[in-house]
């Protein structure tokens, strides 16, 4: 396990300027020629606007990044998108949405009677798109975690329209996470109002290209509903999963109390991380609905409290649903530990406030679809390969035990990836991640879910991003290619480079550097 005594990640956490146009790169090692297309990937990029900071690591302005490959050679570019949060925000030289832990402050310069109805306009929501980019249609859209999605054109990276979900569906905000099938129809989830006034959790479906060219987004439809454990306080929910006949939601004790969200916010100037709360006692509940027709299976599948982001894989086998998640223990909220005063300050002190924070785990669940109410008090589940339990209480609720598929203190295996075109929803081997040291990125890793087995690539003072799995075409085995990762460098000349890994033991095929620094990022894809 790495040090990381000279702080050099504190560099992925600074601002960053566009570019006019491509820059070239420094190429070692040999580019496999079926990379052809472009990795696009998102992060913040502005950390401060004038004096003004942004405090979370959510808050920067949203950065695309693009790397092209072409004929063996490799060219880096990046944008700001044109947001309404980033051009009003460099227009008025302050910060004036509030992000997701930074407050905008009214404008000084308006008189007290202009501030005060400006209050009653209500909350404007961010539209700062920094977390991942996909393709919907035709067209490709850069996303956070609102109702706020930006049209992007994946080639010259120019912000094209700002969309507003709530114009096509009962929908607060969608996550970043969406299932996408092979012939291009988009699932999503995320909160929206119920019957009778209680909240609730859509899955939303988006048509693939359409014959007649509409927009497929105008034709969303919600296709099934998740009923809320409480009346007034949602879930956060950032990812799900789903198999080839379910859908899997996780509904964890991370709540967002919407009476403080509606309130607060106008009077004491707060931020989205202000309304969030635990549920103590609530542990977490397990959904599962049928996917095509959409209906809801009304079973009670509980387990201890877990914190999530990020879903691995999930799929059906012999009457069961197994899904793999990247899961952290207890009921804390990890993001109370993503400020960026934590994450810039010195090794021994990012160390310590890691100790106080929740443990990562891999965890495998599966839950059983053929239940019988007389089986109470036994295990359910009778698949050879796992130990992953599901038990029947005399109250007729289900409680769940995972198998625990990696463990490591202060490690995570996070921002997960899989060979999603060939094993998206089916039964699989590998998974990539970001390995996280006390939060910080400092490794590439892959597990096979069957044995656990690990690898691992990794070197010093080296900040790795999320690894793209792109398949070998000529490949026929599920880890026959490569992955895409960004590493930060800060001590080298070329302080950031594009690196290419063997999927198959995480050995180093190529690496493409280049001669600016290039900031965090979250997720992206690759674009044949």
Same mark, same amino acid.
């Given at each position: 396990?790495? *040090? =990381?005594?000279?702080?050099?990640?504190?560099?992925?956490?600074?601002?960053?300027?566009?570019?006019?146009?491509?820059?070239?790169?420094?190429?070692?090692?040999?580019?496999?020629?079926?990379?052809?297309?472009?990795?696009?990937?998102?992060?913040?990029?502005?950390?401060?606007?004038?004096?003004?900071?942004?405090?979370?690591?959510?808050?920067?302005?949203?950065?695309?990044?693009?790397?092209?490959?072409? &004929?063996?050679?490799?060219?880096?570019?990046?944008?700001?998108?044109?947001?309404?949060?980033?051009?009003?925000?460099?227009?008025?030289?302050?910060?004036?949405?509030?992000?997701?832990?930074?407050?905008?402050?009214?404008?000084?310069?308006?008189?007290?009677?202009?501030?005060?109805?400006?209050?009653?306009?209500?909350?404007?929501?961010?539209?700062?798109?920094?977390?991942?980019?996909?393709?919907?249609?035709?067209?490709?859209?850069?996303?956070?975690?609102?109702?706020?999605?930006?049209?992007?054109?994946?080639?010259?990276?120019?912000?094209?329209?700002?969309?507003?979900?709530?114009?096509?569906?009962?929908?607060?905000?969608?996550?970043?996470?969406? =299932?996408?099938?092979?012939?291009?129809?988009?699932?999503?989830?995320?909160?929206?109002?119920?019957?009778?006034?209680?909240?609730?959790?859509?899955?939303?479906?988006?048509?693939?290209?359409?014959?007649?060219?509409?927009?497929?987004?105008?034709?969303?439809?919600?296709?099934?509903?998740?009923?809320?454990?409480?009346?007034?306080?949602?879930?956060?929910?950032?990812?799900?999963?789903?198999?080839?006949?379910?859908?899997?939601?996780? #509904?964890?004790?991370?709540?967002?109390?919407?009476?403080?969200?509606?309130?607060?916010?106008?009077?004491?100037?707060?931020?989205?991380?202000?309304?969030?709360?635990?549920?103590?006692?609530?542990?977490?509940?397990?959904?599962?609905?049928?996917?095509?027709?959409?209906?809801?299976?009304?079973?009670?599948?509980?387990?201890?409290?877990?914190?999530?982001? =990020?879903?691995?894989? +999930?799929?059906?086998?012999?009457?069961?649903?197994?899904?793999?998640?990247?899961?952290?223990?207890?009921?804390?909220?990890?993001?109370?530990?993503?400020?960026?005063?934590?994450?810039?300050?010195?090794?021994?002190?990012?160390?310590? /406030?890691?100790?106080?924070?929740?443990?990562?785990?891999?965890?495998?669940?599966?839950?059983?679809?053929?239940?019988?109410?007389?089986? %109470?008090?036994?295990?359910?589940?009778?698949?050879?390969?796992?130990?992953?339990?599901?038990?029947?209480? +005399?109250?007729?609720?289900?409680?769940?035990?995972?198998?625990? !598929?990696?463990?490591?203190?202060? %490690? /995570?295996?996070?921002?997960?990836?899989? &060979?999603?075109?060939?094993?998206?929803?089916?039964?699989?081997?590998?998974?990539?991640?970001?390995?996280?040291?006390?939060?910080?990125?400092?490794?590439?890793?892959? !597990?096979?879910?069957?044995?656990?087995?690990?690898?691992?690539?990794? *070197?010093?003072?080296?900040?790795?991003?999320?690894?793209?799995?792109?398949?070998?075409?000529?490949?026929?085995?599920?880890?026959?290619?490569?992955?895409?990762?960004?590493?930060?460098?800060?001590?080298?000349?070329?302080? +950031?480079? !594009?690196?290419?890994?063997?999927?198959?033991?995480?050995? *180093?095929?190529?690496?493409?550097?280049? #001669?600016?620094?290039?900031?965090?990022?979250? =997720?992206?894809?690759?674009?044949?």
């Amino acid at each position: 396990i790495f *040090e =990381h005594p000279a702080g050099g990640y504190k560099k992925i956490f600074e601002t960053c300027e566009e570019l006019a146009e491509p820059l070239p790169s420094t190429v070692t090692g040999r580019i496999p020629s079926f990379l052809k297309g472009s990795l696009l990937r998102l992060g913040p990029g502005l950390f401060e606007v004038g004096e003004e900071p942004f405090y979370h690591l959510f808050d920067g302005q949203a950065i695309i990044h693009k790397f092209d490959f072409k &004929n063996g050679q490799v060219t880096y570019f990046r944008k700001y998108l044109r947001t309404d949060a980033y051009v009003r925000a460099i227009t008025e030289k302050r910060i004036v949405i509030t992000e997701f832990g930074t407050c905008a402050y009214p404008d000084p310069c308006k008189n007290i009677f202009s501030r005060f109805f400006s209050y009653f306009k209500g909350v404007e929501v961010t539209d700062n798109c920094l977390v991942n980019v996909y393709p919907v249609g035709e067209d490709f859209y850069a996303v956070t975690e609102t109702n706020y999605l930006t049209k992007v054109n994946p080639d010259t990276l120019e912000t094209l329209k700002k969309v507003d979900m709530c114009n096509y569906v009962n929908i607060n905000g969608v996550t970043a996470h969406p =299932h996408i099938e092979k012939d291009g129809t988009v699932y999503n989830i995320g909160n929206c109002m119920g019957k009778g006034a209680a909240l609730a959790y859509n899955i939303v479906k988006i048509p693939p290209t359409q014959k007649d060219k509409t927009d497929p987004i105008e034709r969303s439809k919600v296709v099934v509903q998740f009923p809320s454990a409480e009346r007034f306080k949602p879930s956060y929910v950032h990812s799900f999963g789903m198999t080839e006949n379910y859908f899997v939601f996780v #509904e964890t004790p991370v709540k967002i109390n919407l009476l403080k969200f509606l309130s607060s916010w106008s009077i004491r100037g707060s931020n989205y991380m202000d309304c969030f709360e635990s549920n103590e006692s609530q542990g977490t509940l397990f959904h599962i609905a049928k996917k095509d027709p959409g209906e809801y299976i009304d079973i009670k599948f509980k387990g201890a409290a877990i914190g999530l982001f =990020h879903h691995i894989n +999930a799929y059906e086998d012999q009457g069961y649903i197994v899904f793999d998640l990247c899961a952290w223990k207890g009921f804390e909220f990890v993001y109370n530990y993503l400020w960026l005063a934590n994450l810039r300050a010195n090794w021994d002190e990012v160390k310590k /406030a890691a100790m106080m924070a929740p443990q990562p785990e891999v965890r495998r669940y599966v839950i059983p679809l053929d239940i019988h109410k007389e089986e %109470q008090g036994k295990n359910l589940i009778s698949l050879p390969y796992t130990t992953a339990t599901a038990v029947m209480h +005399a109250d007729g609720t289900i409680w769940l035990e995972p198998e625990v !598929l990696f463990s490591g203190p202060r %490690q /995570a295996f996070e921002f997960p990836q899989i &060979n999603y075109k060939m094993i998206g929803g089916k039964n699989y081997t590998y998974a990539y991640a970001l390995g996280l040291n006390h939060f910080i990125p400092d490794r590439i890793c892959k !597990l096979n879910v069957r044995t656990k087995e690990t690898w691992v690539w990794q *070197e010093p003072d080296s900040y790795p991003s999320e690894p793209l799995f792109v398949q070998n075409p000529e490949g026929v085995d599920e880890d026959d290619g490569v992955l895409l990762t960004i590493v930060a460098a800060p001590g080298s000349q070329r302080p +950031a480079y !594009l690196l290419i890994l063997n999927a198959k033991d995480l050995s *180093e095929v190529a690496r493409a550097e280049v #001669e600016c620094d290039i900031p965090v990022t979250f =997720h992206g894809m690759y674009k044949p």
